[in-house]
């Protein structure tokens, strides 16, 4: 079985821009939790959808926003970057949402570079 | 609020047994987890205890008391590759349901 995928690997932006990035799960897995990890805040979680809709989200600001389809792929979007959002940000996979998420499966991450 | 610990550095010598231990303070508790991931690479599930006691999987065993919100993960025969970061996480009801990690333990292996 393919493993999670993220695409792209490595961005770089420029403050005041938006980006979006996307996370293919592992086939069967319906549910995709995002994570930003900086070396000061260690695994940071975002949110988590599964069945399209979002079931859970952690402490950020509203520029950060996410969405999941029907085929279970989820993108995340950040607008209004800033230089603070520079981190790498992982996407997880689950077979099911809540306690199923303790399992989950880690995509290779986004390295995004604000500057 | 809901919180993990556990050491930030762990230094043991190549076929020595290492100990990693995670204390937790949260409600709604589920279960615990340990996660692996390597420098530049992503997190790997290593080992999930719901109930209290010792889980095995290979040289990673990993410990549960619920009464103590306390856990650890036991490495034995310790290799080179093992030099990596460990993540305890757990699962909370609380807030909805989410993964919380720990900050993670830096676990150098030397010769």
């Known amino acids: 079985k393919a493993g999670v995928t993220q695409t792209p690997r490595y961005l770089i932006k420029t403050r005041g821009q938006q980006v979006t990035l996307s996370c293919s799960p592992i086939?069967?897995?319906?549910?995709v939790s995002w994570y930003q990890q900086t070396p000061g805040q260690g695994l940071q979680f975002l949110f988590e959808y599964f069945s399209e809709t979002q079931r859970n989200k952690g402490n950020f600001p509203g520029r950060f926003s996410g969405r999941q389809f029907s085929n279970s792929r989820s993108e995340m979007n950040v607008s209004t970057l800033e230089l603070g959002d520079s981190a790498l940000y992982l996407c997880a996979s689950s077979l099911e949402s809540g306690t199923g998420s303790l399992e989950q499966y880690f995509g290779p991450g986004t390295r995004l570079t604000v500057t | 609020g809901q919180s993990l610990e556990q050491p930030s550095e762990v230094t043991a010598v190549e076929g020595a047994i290492v100990q990693i231990n995670c204390t937790y303070q949260t409600s709604g508790f589920y279960g615990l987890s340990w996660y692996q991931q390597h420098d530049g690479g992503a997190p790997t599930f290593l080992s999930y205890n719901g109930l209290d006691g010792l889980e095995e999987t290979g040289r990673f065993s990993s410990f549960l008391s619920r009464s103590d919100s306390y856990g650890y993960l036991l490495l034995q025969e310790l290799q080179m590759k093992d030099s990596a970061s460990y993540f305890c996480?757990?699962?909370?009801?609380?807030?909805?349901?989410?993964?919380?990690f720990g900050q993670g333990t830096e676990l150098s292996v030397k010769p």
């Open positions: 086939s069967g897995h319906r549910s």
């Open positions: 996480a757990v699962y909370s009801y609380n807030q909805g349901g989410k993964l919380i």
